[in-house]
């Protein structure tokens, strides 16, 4: 069975960066189709990047500031995000293979 363990939250100012790591272990065949999606208090869970076969995917209100890589043989993917705003605050949740990880807090201050 698929475990996601999401790291690297944090609180930061606007302007600022974090970089998130999702750990998957279990039945992982490809990194395809992993990615991130966030849920800020009060919204729907929203998609922020994700790998699909061979290209990538993101929010436009990301685009640009965001970037998800991946190191396969570590079974990792990350999210660097630059240049944070307010907005961006929420809950960042890996998910992978219909499982979603726990999730780990952004908090971006003005």
């Known amino acids: 069975q698929v475990q996601l363990v999401e790291s690297g939250g944090g609180s930061v100012q606007a302007g600022g960066s974090l970089r998130l790591s999702c750990v998957a272990s279990?039945?992982?065949?490809?990194?395809?189709?992993m990615g991130w999606y966030r849920q800020a208090p009060g919204k729907q869970r929203e998609l922020v990047a994700r790998f699909t076969w061979g290209t990538t995917n993101y929010a436009d209100s990301v685009k640009g500031r965001f970037t998800i890589s991946r190191d396969v043989a570590k079974s990792t993917v990350y999210l660097q995000m630059n240049s944070l705003k307010p907005e961006d605050t929420a809950v960042y949740y890996c998910?992978?293979?219909?499982?979603w990880g726990k999730g780990t807090q952004v908090t971006v201050s003005s």
């Open positions: 998910f992978y293979a219909g499982v």
């Open positions: 279990g039945s992982i065949f490809s990194t395809n189709n």
